[in-house]
C-alpha cells in the first residue's frame, strides 16, 4: 500500500474552499486557523499517515495547491 | 502550486480570478493534465470570449486569442484555417456558447471544422451577478426570475449531435479523471468535438438555486444529480427521474471541412492546368 512523506499546501494561493477535506475518504485534512496569502483559512494536515497517495484532493484542488508527494518504495513502513 | 500548475500556468497572472470552490480551477487541472499527457502544449491555440469559463485558457502557457462576447467559435475557425496544423481548442461558458454565441455553435458543427469546444455549464450568468441563463432549469428562482424560471433550458449536448458534431461528450467537474480522457480523445479527434462540462458555481448557482453557498453542497449535488450512463439509448430513462445523464455519447468520422476545402483547391488548380494553364 502506497503512503505519502507529505502533502504540501500553496500558502501564496490557496483560497480554502475545503473541497480537499471532502473529497478525501481517510479524514487526512481538517480545518486549519493558519492564513494563507489571500487571507483565507487553509486546510491543515492532521492524519498524514491515513493519506493512500490516491490523487484526489489534487485533481479536485480548483487552484492546484496541493501537492502529495508519495513515499518512496524502499522507504515504506514494514 | 503542483508540478502540473508549476509546469504549465503563467506565474504572473496567478492566483485565479474563480471565488473559492469553483469548478473553473478543476477543468484547468483536467485539460493541463491531457495536454501534458499528449505532449501538445506547444501545438495549442486556443480561443475564448467573455465570462468565467473564458478565463481558463488565459491562464496556460499557450497561444491564446481573447475575443467578443460569443464570437470565440468564428475566431476559431478562422484560426484554424490560417494554421491547419494547430490544435485549436474553444473554450465557452453556456452563456457564451448556447445564449449570445448559439448560431456560431450551430454551423461550426454543422461544417464538421476540426476544432474542440468546451462548454462549461453552471446554469446561470455567474459574472454578471446571478441571471436567469438559457441553460437554467425549469423552476430555478434567480435574480431576474425571483418567482421561479418557466422556461425550459437548452441542451447543448442535443444541440451539436443534431447540428452534426462528430464527437460529443457530457461531464462534470466530480468526474475529472474522465474529462482528462476525453480532453485526449478529442484533441486527436479529427473533426468537431464538443465536451459540456456541468460545473458548480457555489456563489450564484449554489446559493440562488440549490440554497448553499458551500463549496462542499455544490460538488455533492453535482454527485447526486450527475448519473454516469454508458449506452445514450438510455439517457432518457435517466432525464425521466430529473437527473444529468453523463457520458461520452458519440464519436464517429466525417468528411472534415478544411481538407475538403483543400481538395477542392487542388482539383480546380489540376482542371486549369488541363485546360492549359489559362486560370
Not at chain 2, 485565479?16 to 484547468?28: E, Y
Not at chain 2, 491564446?64 to 491547419?84: D, E, F, M, N, T
Not at chain 2, 461531464?171 to 479529427?190: E, G, I, M, P
Not at chain 2, 464538443?194 to 463549496?215: D, H, K, M, N, W
Amino acid at each position: 500500500m502506497k503512503s505519502a512523506e507529505r502533502i504540501e499546501i500553496d500558502r501564496r494561493y490557496c483560497k480554502g474552499c475545503l473541497l480537499c477535506q471532502y473529497v478525501c475518504k481517510f479524514e487526512v485534512f481538517e480545518p486549519g486557523q493558519e492564513r494563507s496569502a489571500l487571507d483565507y483559512r487553509m486546510p491543515r494536515v492532521a492524519k498524514i499517515e491515513n493519506c493512500r497517495v490516491c490523487g484526489l484532493c489534487e485533481t479536485q484542488c480548483p487552484d492546484m495547491v496541493l501537492t502529495v508527494v508519495a513515499k518512496e518504495k524502499g522507504k515504506e513502513n514494514p | 502550486m503542483n508540478p502540473l500548475g508549476e509546469k504549465y500556468l503563467r506565474k504572473p497572472f496567478l492566483p485565479f480570478l474563480f471565488c473559492p470552490g469553483c469548478g473553473d480551477g478543476m477543468i484547468v487541472q483536467s485539460f493541463l493534465q491531457a495536454v501534458d499527457d499528449l505532449g501538445v502544449i506547444d501545438d495549442l491555440a486556443m480561443a475564448a470570449g467573455i465570462g468565467c469559463s473564458a478565463w481558463i485558457p488565459v491562464y496556460m502557457h499557450a497561444d491564446v486569442l481573447k475575443v467578443l462576447h460569443g464570437r470565440a467559435i468564428p475566431a476559431a475557425i478562422g484560426l484554424k484555417a490560417s494554421r491547419p496544423s494547430r490544435k485549436v481548442v474553444v473554450f465557452t461558458g453556456d452563456g457564451d456558447g448556447l445564449a449570445i454565441g448559439g448560431l456560431h455553435l450551430l454551423h461550426a458543427a454543422r461544417r464538421n471544422i476540426d476544432i474542440t469546444v468546451v462548454l462549461v455549464n453552471n446554469q446561470i450568468y455567474a459574472m454578471t451577478g446571478g441571471q436567469v441563463a438559457p441553460s437554467t432549469g425549469v423552476g430555478s428562482r434567480t435574480q431576474t426570475t425571483p418567482y421561479g424560471n418557466l422556461e425550459k433550458p437548452l441542451d447543448g449536448c442535443k444541440i451539436a449531435v443534431a447540428a452534426g458534431a462528430t464527437m460529443v461528450s457530457r461531464w462534470s467537474t466530480v468526474h475529472t479523471r474522465q474529462l482528462t480522457r476525453t480532453f485526449k480523445k478529442a484533441l486527436n479527434h479529427k473533426g468537431f468535438s464538443f465536451i459540456e462540462v456541468i460545473s458548480q458555481c457555489p456563489v450564484q448557482t449554489g446559493r440562488y438555486i440549490l440554497g448553499s453557498g458551500a463549496p462542499q453542497f455544490n460538488l455533492q449535488w453535482l454527485k447526486d444529480n450527475c448519473v454516469p450512463v454508458k449506452d445514450p439509448s438510455r439517457w432518457g430513462e435517466v432525464e425521466a427521474e430529473g437527473k444529468i445523464p453523463v457520458g461520452d455519447i458519440l464519436q464517429i468520422e466525417k468528411p472534415e471541412f478544411m481538407e475538403e476545402v483543400q481538395k477542392m483547391n487542388r482539383k480546380v488548380k489540376d482542371e486549369a492546368e488541363a485546360k492549359g494553364g489559362d486560370r
